[in-house]
């Protein structure tokens, strides 16, 4: 298959290092709060890709990170007074969960930054050692990489040297260039003891971008296939990964693949708090399997720009296809498993061409069509046939309707949407009576809901609501 390749910005042919095995390394989530619908995107987009290349007869091998300390996970546990693990740990379960939701299959190892300090040493040790990095000289403990000794950096995002801004990840005063960026930040007063561990520099903790190079070649080797990520990652994440990988003597990744943002009024972003959850998009009445549709339904080097018509759409769409599905599967009794059945050769051409799930659901859709026709003339040979086409290709892309991923099997995603939606009809109801200046029926419908178990908090962006204790 072809996929557009972000380092030699062109298409170009998978071949793998290996023949018959792929690995891919997908830059997770730093887990300083709950996951919005753009983290999402970024782990489903690798999920339709590692399900596409394993249709194909490849064994793949996907890790996703999770990172567990850093400069937003320590900020967050000074603002609250919890343990930073503490944090990290419960967000990461909420990660997991969303994860599984939208049917994103669990990657073959999910490393944590906070296991592989060791590994993260040998690298910095490899990079002083060939003249790559130093230890700053104010007696800070930080440890640099030396941009200056590296032609090469700045290829990944095609800057030059001189456009580059200053790398902001830590005190200016012990580097020899400001676009120097820390491997090891050395303990600070403030920060939690217990976020610092021993090292050759002195007690600290790992730099963002090591973490990742580090956890690459403990379970993909010194080369691996593809390194995967959100378009914003490319400067500086990837950049400095990148080189220092490279100046330590790896290979790293032959191939650089990013997807594009999901974008509300702007890039969504935590620490911005421009969101949406899936708490949000469950409050629309929307299940998780057409959030999947929404998302997969665009390129995956595209930008969304979210909207909430746009997402009903897509589950309306969705819903053509499940009622399909669902009525041609009672019509002719247990059908074949997905995995066994012939993809169309458009399907496969699409999928081939860099990931076309816009494509590759239009080919959908036009089986959709033969086989509403077959249904209503009472063909069962053609509608087997369009229902093995239909279900083969939903399943690739994590679709199908009669996964079991989607059909409960002790999850309680359905009643949580049921919830949601009303609960937002709830919330509708008070904000006419608060817009009429009712205020006595606004403050009822908030303590019925309270009564029931949801606690509603008003916020700039609108009326915010959880499950508490009835």
Known sequence: MRLYDTATRQLVDLVPRTPGQVGIYVCGVTVQDRPHIGHLRSGLNYDVL????TRSGLDVTLVRNITDVDDKVLAKAIATGRPFWSIAYANELVVGAAYRELNVLPPTYEPRATGHIP??????????????????????????????TWPEYGALSGRKPEEMQPAADSDPRGKRDPRD????????????????????????????????????????????????????LISAHHEDELGQSRAAGLGFARHWVHNGMLNLGGKMSKTDGNVIDLAAVRALGVRGVELRYYLVAAHYRSAIDYSVEALREAATAYRRLEGFVQRAAERLGDPQEPG??????????????????????????????????????????????????????????????????????????????VIGALVSLALEQREAARARKD??????????????????????????WTLGEP
């Not at 610092?196 to 993909?220: D, T």
């Open 181 to 232: 960026f820390a491997l090891w930040k050395g303990a600070k007063p403030e920060e939690p003891a217990d976020a610092h561990w021993a090292s050759p520099w002195g007690r600290g903790r790992p730099g963002w971008h090591i973490e990742c190079s580090a956890m690459a070649q403990r379970y993909l080797g010194d080369e691996f296939d593809i390194h995967g990520g959100g378009l914003d």
């Open 119 to 148: 590994q993260m040493h040998e690298l910095i040790i490899a990079l002083i050692e060939r003249g790559h990095a130093y230890p700053a000289p104010d007696g800070s403990g930080d440890v640099y990489f030396d941009v200056g």
């Open 340 to 417: 066994a059945q012939e993809l169309p050769a458009e399907f496969v051409a699409a999928m081939n061409d860099d990931l076309n799930t816009p494509r590759a659901l239009a080919i959908a859709h036009d089986l959709l069509r033969d086989g509403n026709q077959a249904y209503a003339e009472g063909d069962d040979a053609a509608l087997a046939a369009a229902l093995g086409g239909l279900r083969a290709m939903l399943d690739v892309l994590g679709l199908d309707p009669l996964d079991p991923a989607w059909a409960g099997g002790g999850d309680d995603s359905h009643l949580r949407t």
């Open 50 to 53: 590692r399900r596409w290349l």
């Open 439 to 464: 205020w006595a029926a606004a403050d009822a419908v908030r303590d019925q809901l309270k009564r029931a178990g949801v606690v509603v908090e008003d916020t700039p962006a609108g009326p915010r």
